[in-house]
């Protein structure tokens, strides 16, 4: 197993020459609490069926590890056992993490120093035969925005009736007769008044109601805009290299 950063988080690798032991640690390593999209499996040989975590398949094996941030050396390593029917696990951990996730992955991890070994002894060259390109590679962080509901405000009206009341002062006619006892001569005019009919109507007031709608009070609806500056704190990865010259004894960082 190759472990790629020697501090308290990192890529932790193995490898393992059977599905089952690659797939028992992969569960392992979530239930440790490492989500799966943190976890990859790459199957080698001519296995394309089960099921696995990020599971890479159906390209050349060097093609395939070209996102793990290898060391050109493991890398080649890693493709051949791939090549010869391995499994490769790795696991990208966050602080806290590597040390558990270290301990999973060497329990039943092939030693790839000890199989290189043996491989070479077969009649593979291995690494130190190849001319290759090593990628420096750094992560570049963008940051965008999206527009997201932020909740909602319903502006609604409706009628409502309320009681009201008002006195009205209202006239009513009363007709009235009255008997009054006389005792004079009957003139002409008195005559003249026997066999008619007098007619006498009388009138009231009544209430009569009328409403006028009138605009009491406007709600204006609006919307303001607010702006405001959000700092985002992320990480990148960065690929490192070192070079050792041992004809000068030299060491040089990049």
């Given at each position: 197993?190759?472990?790629?950063?020697?501090?308290?988080?990192?890529?932790?690798?193995?490898?393992?020459?059977?599905r089952t032991s690659a797939e028992q640690a992969v569960s392992r390593l979530q239930e440790a609490g490492i989500p799966s999209n943190r976890i990859k499996m790459v199957a080698g040989g001519d296995d394309n069926g089960g099921t696995s975590v990020n599971e890479q398949s159906g390209m050349g094996f060097w093609e395939a590890l070209k996102d793990f941030f290898l060391p050109g050396e493991d890398r080649y390593t890693y493709a051949e056992g791939l090549r010869r029917g391995g499994y490769l696990v790795t696991a990208r951990t966050m602080p806290g993490e590597y040390n558990k996730a270290a301990e999973i992955l060497d329990e039943n991890a092939v030693d790839i120093g000890e199989r290189e070994s043996s491989w070479r002894q077969e009649g593979?060259?291995?690494?130190?035969?190849?001319?290759?390109?090593?990628?420096?590679?750094?992560e570049e962080m963008r940051v965008g925005k999206r527009d997201v509901s932020h909740g909602l405000v319903r502006v609604r009206s409706y009628v409502v009736e309320e009681p009201v009341q008002e006195d009205v002062n209202l006239a009513q006619e009363h007709v009235t007769i009255e008997r009054r006892p006389v005792d004079r001569p009957a003139t002409d005019t008195d005559l003249a008044?026997?066999?008619?009919?007098?007619?006498?109507?009388?009138?009231?007031?009544?209430?009569?109601?009328?409403?006028?709608?009138r605009v009491k009070e406007e709600l204006v609806v609006g919307k303001t805009v607010e702006n405001r500056t959000q700092t985002v704190n992320d990480t990148v990865r960065k690929t490192r290299t070192e070079v050792e010259d041992e004809r000068g004894d030299t060491t040089r960082r990049h």
């Open positions: 197993m190759a472990l790629d950063t020697p501090t308290d988080y990192g890529t932790v690798t193995g490898f393992f020459d059977d593979w060259k291995g690494w130190q035969d190849q001319t290759d390109v090593i990628p420096v590679v750094e008044m026997q066999g008619r009919s007098i007619d006498v109507e009388e009138r009231r007031e009544e209430v009569v109601v009328s409403k006028d709608a």
